[in-house]
């Protein structure tokens, strides 16, 4: 039965669509109590001291902790550390707050109303102290320093070279300039944060089982295991259903630490909910860079160099070490070849909410950069912008292509396939490229400023070190797939059951995958970096044919038969030679548990017909896309809108079309709130000014344009289905081509953008500037 390659729908939907979700809100487990936490309404500030009694005092509360109780408590784990970096983590309860809405005081009570009224009566006296919230600020020599502790604002210095960069610069006869701005958003999962966390305090060890909405339920562990000083094999943490994440729930964060501990302290089951306030002043952002960037190119287009220095915010704390820096500065040559290449990369800290990655991860802001720096060269050559790109592409022939720089592991960093140039001929091809240029200047003739955008982008896939998962036939025949992932909405249970309904020859509903659970598989890693399909995906692979294998042999032992002389077909193990002498998989799981107590297990394989097995990918698996945007802006009321927007993707080997399909239009509507509407703002002194969502624009369903998507399949080396990851690409080259078919569409004032969101606000104000050089 072939499975794979098909789109399937996902089997998720129905229950979730009826509203038979199952989410940490939702959970009833007897006398749980509810936690709230008051949170720094200052930037930076020491808490000289508090007064938490009257709270106390309320009925209904249960405790309320503070300051005080941590003073032994450590600060998080550094994770992903750098040689060049100076880690700052978080400490639960400090006495020194390093943003708005770090949790400096924690109420137990019965339900969440007590709880915050509890919050109005606690007593905090704050020492203000200086503070630093943007890049530029945090940049000079006399800033104020967001840790005192620290020399300077700079977490890590590092660079990324090959070549010589400024020699070719030199050199070059064309070269173009820019700045770019990009703003800092929020994840904005539909359901923020989570944790309810419940200990067992009988018997020999205390044991503790946490239900959370997490991405990384292992890591997790791990982390409380170490905070809490309890064995690992004494802690089970369980993701029910998540409603979303893309980022925000795979860090591990102070609250997760303080409601397991408030749990313990209490003796009963605690529950804390986020509210969509503490998300947007607590839960980790992303994105905010400023560049200063450089191309070198030929009188044909030929890129020779391209030179970068950025200045990258990591807010109060590093929570996942530089990835999201290091990310974009290792792939801002993205697929184009460039001999030439260096990035100095500053890393500073501020005194806001920690970034960490979030979907893209760096590549988005990467993608930009060399993106609209074509677009300038291409204008000063007056040649096509789709034609400047395609000269400088790397060739189908050159992969496995080594570009000379180091992922973000330390490894060398090589793109293992690809066909780019095809990529880029479909995108032209679907979007009907050639005919929009032409309707351009048709539509400008009566008044219409319409702009075309391209830009072709990369994405580095299924990141290790590696995940799991156990395959299992039931008694009844029916299959268990127990995996190390954790499903937020991407169909792991549709995806990861068509690889091993085709393996084992069943049909898809006799499948179930079970995931998010610590209980289920010893060791896992999570689900970010578009990593699943690749490797859990590959594990599931490893162990449908393990057990096939196995299977094979019982049968083939009771069958009386070779085992080079049975095939799987139908979910039965048949003899070649003898069709009609055949076990089913369930007579097999049968035999595989042994006859009865007391007897010998007759065959030459291990009891039960289950097999586990692990992938580690040796490298990234990456993708390639183009995306072409035609939009048209009213230079009246700088209103811009989406006419027509095409996505050509090569996620190598498509496990299920119709899924990966949802995950780029996916990927795409959140590039286009990075790329026109989201933008958290924080003013100089660390106040955070869009701490709602009527203050923080997101894109409705009427912004989100129809979309042309297509694909190109070039098989990854790297994993023997052929799969690259899918659940980032999307987002990708949202940013760039966005704001190069704006720019485009107002080429008639000269304007260059270099910000990210493109408001009409700032678009307007570009205009009368260039209106008022004209006049003068």
């Known amino acids: 039965m072939k499975y794979v390659g098909k789109a399937i729908k996902r089997k998720i939907d129905p229950r979730i669509i009826r509203g038979n979700g199952r989410y940490i809100a939702d959970l009833n487990i007897p006398g749980t109590l509810t936690a709230a936490f008051l949170r720094s309404p200052h930037a930076h500030a020491h808490i000289r001291d508090y007064d938490l009694e009257q709270a106390r005092k309320l009925p209904g509360v249960i405790a309320v902790f503070g300051p005080g109780d941590g003073e032994s408590f450590p600060s998080l784990p550094a994770l992903f550390p750098h040689p060049n970096l100076v880690p700052v983590t978080q400490r639960p309860f400090s006495c020194d707050v390093h943003h708005v809405g770090e949790p400096v005081a924690m109420v137990i009570a019965t339900n969440r109303y007590i709880a915050e009224d509890a919050l109005d009566l606690i007593q905090v006296n704050y020492e203000p102290m200086p503070s630093v919230a943007h890049l530029n600020d945090a940049i000079k020599k006399d800033a104020p320093l967001a840790h005192q502790h620290l020399n300077s604002n700079v977490a ?108 313990l302290m209490v003796n009963a089951p605690v529950r804390w909910i986020e509210d969509r306030m503490e998300h947007m002043m607590s839960s980790i952002h992303e994105r905010e860079q400023l560049h200063e960037a450089s191309l070198g190119i030929t009188k044909d287009g030929k890129i020779l160099a391209v030179t970068d220095t950025m200045l990258a915010n990591t807010g109060a704390y590093v929570p996942w070490g530089i990835i999201v820096p290091i990310m974009t500065s290792t792939l801002i040559p993205g697929p184009y070849k460039v001999p030439n290449y260096h990035c100095d990369a500053k890393v500073l800290y501020t005194n806001t909410v920690p970034l960490a990655p979030f979907r893209g991860a760096g590549r988005p802001q990467a993608a930009l950069i060399l993106n609209r720096l074509l677009d300038q060269a291409a204008k000063k050559l007056q040649m096509d912008p789709v034609e400047i790109r395609r000269r400088n592409l790397i060739g189908k022939e050159e992969f496995p292509y080594r570009t000379g720089l180091r992922s973000r592991d330390g490894s060398p960093q090589i793109y293992d396939s690809g066909d780019y140039e095809k990529v880029l001929k479909e995108a032209v091809e679907l979007s009907e490229y050639t005919e929009w240029r032409k309707r351009q200047v048709e539509y400008r003739q009566e008044g219409r400023y319409i702009g075309i955008g391209v830009a072709s982008a990369i994405e580095n896939t299924g990141f290790g070190s590696f995940e799991g998962a156990t395959v299992r036939v039931e008694i009844n025949g029916d299959i268990t797939v127990l995996t190390s992932a954790a499903t937020q909405g991407q169909g792991h249970e549709t995806s990861l059951a068509q690889i091993a309904a085709e393996v084992l020859d069943v049909p898809l509903d006799k499948v179930t995958v079970l995931e998010g659970d610590t209980s289920l598989i010893s060791y896992g890693t999570g689900t970010f970096a578009s990593r699943i399909a690749t490797i859990v995906g590959t594990a599931v692979y490893k162990a449908s044919q393990g057990l096939r294998d196995k299977a094979y042999k019982i049968a083939s032992e009771k069958l009386k038969t070779d085992v080079e002389n049975v095939i799987i077909k139908d979910g039965c193990v048949i003899s070649l030679d003898n069709p009609s002498n055949y076990m089913t998989l369930a007579d097999i799981a049968h035999e595989a548990r042994g006859l009865f107590p007391g007897t010998t297990f007759p065959y030459s394989v291990s009891p039960g017909l289950e097999v586990t097995d692990y992938f580690a990918p040796t490298a990234a698996a990456v993708t390639g896309m183009t995306d072409i945007a035609v939009v048209e802006v009213d230079p009246d009321s700088c209103a811009i809108r989406i006419l027509e927007y095409t996505s050509i993707h090569d ?18 509507s959140n590039g286009i709130g990075t790329a026109l509407y989201e933008e958290v703002v924080y003013d100089q002194q660390g106040q955070l000014l869009t701490s709602t969502l009527m203050d923080y624009l997101v894109p409705s369903s009427c912004e989100i344009p129809d979309m042309k998507i297509g694909h190109v399949e070039t098989p990854s080396p790297l994993n023997p289905l052929g799969m690259k990851g899918a659940g980032e690409s999307g987002t990708i080259p949202v940013p760039a081509v966005l ?33 008022d050089l004209v006049m003068k």
């Not at 190598?652 to 996916?666: M, S, T």
Request: charged share 25%; hydrophobic share 45%.
């Open 651 to 668: 996620n190598g080997k498509l496990l299920n079309p119709l899924i990966v399909k949802g995950q780029v239009q996916g990927g795409i």
């Open 156 to 263: 890590a210095h590092f660079q990324q070279s090959v070549g010589d960069a400024d020699s070719a610069m030199k050199e070059a006869p064309i070269v173009v300039h820019q700045q770019f701005n990009i703003g800092r958003v929020s994840c904005l999962p539909i359901e923020t944060r989570g944790l309810l966390a419940k200990w067992e305090l009988f018997g020999p060890e205390p044991k503790l089982e946490v239900y959370a909405a997490t991405q990384s339920q292992h890591e997790m562990r791990s982390i409380l295991s170490k905070l809490l000083k309890i064995p690992e094999n004494n802690i089970r943490v369980k993701a029910p259903d998540v409603g979303g994440a893309f980022g925000a729930k795979a860090i591990f964060y102070v609250e997760d630490f303080l409601i397991t501990w408030a749990a």
């Open 739 to 771: 704001q190069s078919a704006i720019e485009d569409a107002l080429r008639e004032w000269n304007i260059k953008l270099g910000m990210i969101p493109v408001k009409p606000a700032k678009i307007k104000e570009l205009l009368e500037r260039s209106k």
